[in-house]
Structure formats: C-alpha cells, structure tokens
C-alpha cells in the first residue's frame, strides 16, 4: 500500500499563489508517475498537472503558465500562481499503481481545500 498526504491549501485572494505538497508513503518500489487533480463543488475531477519519468510534464489548459508541477524523489508538488475563483476546488495527488499511467485502481490522498477569493 501507498499512503498519500497532500498539504499546503488554503484561502487565498485571486493573482494570489500557494504551493501543494504530496508525500508519498508505504510499499514504495517505485513510482513513475504523480499526478495532481481537482474537483469543484458540483463538478467531475479533473486533471491538473501531470509528471512522469523521462516523459515531462502535461498540464490542462486551464492552468498552463500559471501552474507548475515538480517532484523531489517520493514527494510532488504543485506551485500555483495567478489563481483564479474558478480553480477553488479540493485538490488531489494521484500515484499509479502500476506503471507510467493512470488506473482504475491508483492510489489517492484525502485532498486538500484551495478556495480563491474574488
């Protein structure tokens, strides 16, 4: 099992910045790819920002230029900047279970709240 914590959310006024953290935990063999996802009230979730091993970086549209993801061994993080009300959602870290890429069964923490104030 891997445990996953994210940190670091909070209220924030708009163009104002926060920096997410993942930490990954357990029965780490290795891990190829972390990825951070967010849901708003009354919405699906969504990808956000995406890092794998040897292949870079993918980020949604939404957030290209404002956000950037990077890792430091078992811990991801996410650096956001010019935050908008509409990226106030419950942020997620999600590690594959196996592999490079995403599952039905990969690993999820417990989220955390970013709420930008307009």
């Known amino acids: 099992q891997v445990q996953l914590v994210e940190s670091g959310g909070g209220l924030v006024q708009t163009g104002g910045s926060l920096r997410l953290s993942c930490a990954a935990s357990?029965?780490?063999?290795?891990?190829?790819?972390m990825g951070w996802y967010r849901q708003a009230p009354g919405k699906q979730r969504e990808s956000v920002a995406v890092?794998?091993?040897?292949?870079g970086t993918v980020y949604a549209d939404s957030v290209k230029g404002r956000f950037t993801i990077s890792r430091d061994k078992n811990t991801a993080y996410l650096q956001m900047n010019s935050l908008k009300p509409e990226d106030t959602a419950v942020y997620y870290c999600?590690?594959?279970?196996?592999?490079?890429?995403?599952?039905?069964?990969?690993?999820w923490g417990q989220g955390t709240q970013v709420t930008v104030s307009s």
């Open positions: 999600r590690v594959p279970k196996r592999g490079s890429y995403f599952g039905s069964d990969d690993y």
């Open positions: 357990g029965s780490i063999f290795s891990i190829n790819a």
């Open positions: 890092i794998r091993s040897g292949s």
